[in-house]
């Protein structure tokens, strides 16, 4: 599975949550798999999907998935021991791991190498951490909202890409319908 | 009144209630005061484009934010300031310390002194400079007009507006 096949099989899961979408071509993925008010779609900023899902899970009750690449985590390593000392239980980081930069052309990361980033996040503080297979990320996702506790799940894919059109929509209006979203 | 204290009353005056730090000497007094306020959700971050991703979450959440960091993260943070906080449109009141001006004992902090203004400048961020006491009397005023323009908003603060090193 790569990472498409991911985000295709959790869509209906995603769907009823506040998601923060790393750029590229994952939030391109996520845009053309189901797009809705409840995706906020980064179009720059490589690193920090994991720091608005955090930020957004410590001002609100709703459940944030923030869904992030091992290229991305790797950019923005200081953000694991923020999120391990500032534990918020509707905070899901789900990093989608196919231990390369996909969106630049599948160049091999480190966490594809010698790096685990499970372990980088529990050597951080993190609580919950959970690496999974490709395969079952949907159930492991699932359990992770119905815990109720904070959790950094490593679903680990194969890298490869499909074919996606960029997103035009102008960022105020993704700011702006999310923002919506996140007080209805 | 105690500077520090003035400050971080603004900042709860104009309901900011999650407040990203990364440390400095000369904004000690400020982030401790930060620290201590039942108002404020204090989160350190260990690197300011790190803390504008906190503060840009928690303005979608609701809150207002504010970040706290020396000039130097001016260099750190160009490409987030662009592509998040003015391309989405989020305001955020940016207060600095301003190394390397008058007073500074450590030479390479002026390095970076030098461009910090043609950097904000550059960059179109509106840019107020603290250098006397009474300079912070406009701190309300600053913050209510971050939070009407959605903006990025800079208050350099130098070593002779707090007392020198
Ligand atoms: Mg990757």
Redesign the interface.
Known sequence: MIRSDILREIAPILRDQLVVCNIGLPSQELHMIDDNAANFYMLGTMGLSSSIGLGLALAQPKTVIAIDGDGSVLTNFGTLPTIANNVADNFILLIIDNGSYGSTGDQPTYAGKRTSLAAVAKACGCENVIECQAAETGKILREAIDSGKMTVIVSKCESGNIKVPVITMDPVVIRDRFMKAVAG | MNISKQIVDDFVANDIS?VTTVPCKQLGGVIEEVEARPEI?H?????E???????????????R?AIIMQNTAIGVTI??L???TQ????PLPMLISYRGELKEPVACQAEMAVHTKALLAQLSIPTYHFHKKEDAQELDAILKYTFMCNKPVAILTDATFWGGY
């Not at chain 2, 989160?43 to 690197?47: A, F, H, V, W």
């Not at chain 2, 504008?52 to 303005?59: D, R, V």
Request: charged letters at 15%.
């Open positions: 999650f959700y989160i350190p971050s260990n690197k484009d790190e803390g504008m991703g906190l503060c840009a979450g928690a303005f979608m959440g609701g809150k934010p490409n987030t662009v592509t998040l391309f989405y449109r989020m």
